[in-house]
């Protein structure tokens, strides 16, 4: 089975914060995702990374960077964490061609901006 | 323009009774693949279904089909017989393109939360 893992499920940090995300894929697969979820709003892509040290931007990139050091490893960095950054963070990983090409999640790590 | 819209962001079910999840797309691309997910309250989203532009059946995966018509640019989401752990958010994705990065980026719709009745 392919294994998408979250560092965190929760976490509480405080405003101006640096905050690390770590997600690990267990697949060999050379694409990963990182994705914010809000109410009404569904998944939204912050960035995503398609080799090993390569990224590219999202639909909202703003307040946040990623790196990606090893295939299985994607990280997500926010520099200095914000009350609007509180929110549900999902990681996903994919492999590069096939049309079908599913995209398999991690759980998800809520985090809280004080 | 909404690439995804899911204009049901509730819905109740019976149990053992079927239900139709919509799910309407907005693209020019002549290929692409639509795609649904289930979240249950865990938060883990679960690849339940595929359709691709070119294929001619709708998908079926278990007690899952997908109600494609293309020129109505359309893909509901139809679940046979409701379980209770059915209950769960339902999110309609497509990807677009053939190749390149873009291809590899998913839209997804904002979700339809579905409630099953025992």
């Not at chain 1, 405003?15 to 697949?27: A, I, N, P, R, S």
């Not at chain 2, 339902?90 to 839209?107: D, H, I, N, P, S």
């Amino acid at each position: 089975d392919v294994k998408v893992t979250q560092s965190s499920r929760y976490l509480v940090k405080r405003t101006g914060e640096k905050v690390f995300l770590e997600c690990v894929q267990d697949m060999d697969h050379e694409n990963m995702f990182w994705y914010r979820q809000d109410p009404g709003l569904g998944l939204r892509l912050i960035y995503f990374s398609y080799d090993v040290k390569m990224k590219e931007k999202g639909d909202i990139p703003e307040g946040y960077s990623v790196s990606r050091e090893k295939k299985e490893r994607f990280s997500l960095i926010l520099e200095s964490a914000s009350t609007n950054q509180t929110s549900m963070y999902l990681c996903a990983s994919s492999v590069r061609w096939g049309a079908k090409n599913i995209q398999y999640f991690g759980a998800g790590t809520r985090l809280s901006v004080l | 323009a909404q690439k995804i819209t899911q204009t049901q962001p509730g819905m109740f079910v019976q149990e053992k009774e079927a239900v139709t999840l919509d799910c309407t797309y907005d693209t020019s691309d002549q290929s692409y693949g639509l795609f649904w997910y289930k979240q249950p309250s865990s938060g883990e989203m679960i690849f339940l279904i595929y359709q691709g532009s070119y294929d001619e059946q709708n998908a079926t995966e278990g007690r899952y089909s997908l109600n494609f018509q293309k020129a109505r640019k359309s893909a509901n989401l139809v679940i046979s017989a409701s379980q209770l752990g059915d209950s769960a958010m339902y999110f309609c994705a497509m990807r677009e393109g053939l190749g390149g990065l873009g291809y590899q980026k998913v839209t997804f719709g904002t979700g339809t939360k579905l409630q099953v009745i025992p």
